[in-house]
């Protein structure tokens, strides 16, 4: 939870940055801007199926969507999986039971 604390505290105090304008779409299509979020704090989690400790925090991040802003969707799941891994996002989506917006494609070109 420290961990957690910290990163909404970095994201709070950002201002003017560039990754506002970071737009991606959800597994859906539906386009996600970080300039959408404008005046909320937003956890921005970069994760992929295959990371060892992505999948030992991502129920930290599941507990605290439930139990600290349970009314809006604060936290953001942005997959780094490419083309050969997106296949096991779904699942990971369903083992963690995440139930907040979960960005593809998120890897850097």
């Known amino acids: 939870m420290r961990h957690v ?12 940055n560039p ?3 970071m737009s991606l ?4 299509g539906q386009s996600h801007s970080l ?3 404008r ?6 989690n970069f994760w992929a199926d ?3 400790p992505c999948r030992d925090e991502m129920p930290i991040f599941v507990e605290a969507q439930k139990k600290v802003w349970p009314t809006q969707p604060c936290d953001l799941a942005a997959s780094l999986d490419d083309a050969r891994t997106q296949k096991y996002v779904r699942k990971f989506v369903k083992t963690y039971k995440m139930d907040f917006p979960v960005l593809l494609d998120a890897r850097p070109n």
């Open 5 to 16: 604390i910290f990163i909404l505290l970095c994201f709070a105090t950002a201002r003017d």
């Open 19 to 21: 990754a506002i304008h």
């Open 25 to 28: 779409k959800d597994d859906g």
């Open 35 to 37: 300039s959408d979020y």
């Open 39 to 44: 005046g909320k704090i937003v956890v921005l």
């Open 50 to 52: 295959l990371c060892v």
